[in-house]
């Protein structure tokens, strides 16, 4: 690979993604940049895993969609085995889909089938139950090298910034979101008991602890029927 000629391809991918007006549309151009930039390269895809449930944030095709899809249904492959694992391990390849695979046994033939030769993954954030992967998809066997690894890696860390803003944007939003109904509550409260902020705020408290019910929604509640749902 020229090295300096990939260097400035990603520099005007950069620029590109800087150009794009929504996380959807920065991961969409990730996606399609990996069937440009890395040799060898047929397909990618970009997924989270939820509680053992695959969403597909971007994908050049078929090829990327069925995988994910495949690895929900067999419960294998790459991003499951991430999940489970967690033990350091950030890129997973796959030289062969039709040789036998001793970790994926059930997930690789069912690949072949599906026109795929082998497969990069990288993770690009555990926690908890989530995990994000960028995937990169060949019909060739042992179409991935070292080279095409490194490739990978920037393309994923860009995956992983915008993943990592929009996780934070949406943390934001519902946190704005969650004391905007909280406040709103307490003044209908404070209105109708005719007491001040701190009983109001511990009235929901109380209620939230009583009842195992999250402080949001009981707060929703109270915005909806004027009143908690039992007496104060």
């Known amino acids: ?24 549309g920065t991961l969409g151009r990730i996606a399609q940049s990996a069937t440009e930039l890395v040799e060898g390269c047929d397909a990618a895809g970009i997924l989270i ?6 969403q597909t944030l971007a994908a050049t095709g078929p090829m990327a969609e069925e995988s994910h899809r495949l690895q929900e249904r067999m ?3 790459p991003c499951f085995d991430a999940a489970r694992r967690r033990d350091g391990e950030r890129v997973f390849r796959i030289g062969d889909m039709t040789a036998f695979q001793q970790r994926w046994p059930a997930f690789a033939p069912r690949a072949a089938e599906l026109g ?3 497969m990069m993954g990288f993770l690009l954030f555990a926690d908890e139950e989530n995990l994000g992967a960028l995937n990169l998809y060949s019909r060739l066997p042992g179409c991935f090298t070292e ?7 920037v393309l994923a860390s860009h995956a992983a910034v915008a993943l990592s803003s929009a996780r934070h944007q949406a943390q934001l939003t519902e946190a704005v979101a969650t004391r905007h109904v ?3 509550a307490m003044g209908i409260l404070m209105a109708r008991h005719r007491i001040p902020e701190n009983e109001a705020f511990n009235a929901l408290r109380r209620h939230s602890q009583d009842s195992n019910m999250k402080l949001r929604e009981v707060a929703r509640q109270v915005t909806e029927r004027g009143s908690l749902a039992r007496s104060e």
Request: aromatic share 6%; net charge negative.
């Open 1 to 24: 690979m020229d090295w300096q000629c990939f260097a400035q391809r990603i520099a005007a991918m950069a620029h590109d993604l800087l150009e794009q007006d929504s996380v959807a």
């Open 49 to 54: 895993l939820r509680d053992g449930q695959v």
């Open 75 to 77: 419960r294998e492959g």
């Open 116 to 118: 795929i030769g082998s």
């Open 147 to 153: 080279t095409s690894e490194t490739a990978g890696w």
């Open 182 to 184: 909280i406040g709103e």
